[in-house]
């Protein structure tokens, strides 16, 4: 005849222990982030320097139209004023 033995049980490696949880303390509970100040397209100091270039160039045009050139003068003109003023704004505004 034959042995019969027991089956032999598998060896189980233990659960691993729970991570034990702390309550929350006052301290320890969520607040809100502080806000961030809105990011701006142009500094103050870049918009004036542009804003006084196009009045410069606004000048110019009309000044050049009112003295008899045709409308694409005009706008040429307005177009260089613009850039020398914003150059020469940009050198004087600190």
Not at 52 to 66: D, E, F, N, S
């Amino acid at each position: 005849m034959t042995q019969h033995s027991e089956p032999q049980p598998h060896p189980t490696t233990p659960p691993a222990p729970h991570p034990q949880t702390t309550p929350p303390t006052p301290h320890a509970q969520s607040t809100p982030p502080a806000p961030t100040p809105p990011t701006t397209l142009l500094s103050q100091r870049a918009a004036i320097i542009l804003l006084l270039g196009v009045l410069a160039a606004a000048a110019a045009a009309t000044l050049t139209v009112l003295a008899g050139g045709a409308l694409a003068s005009g706008l040429l003109a307005g177009g260089g004023a613009f850039i020398a003023g914003v150059l020469f704004f940009n050198t004087i505004i600190t």
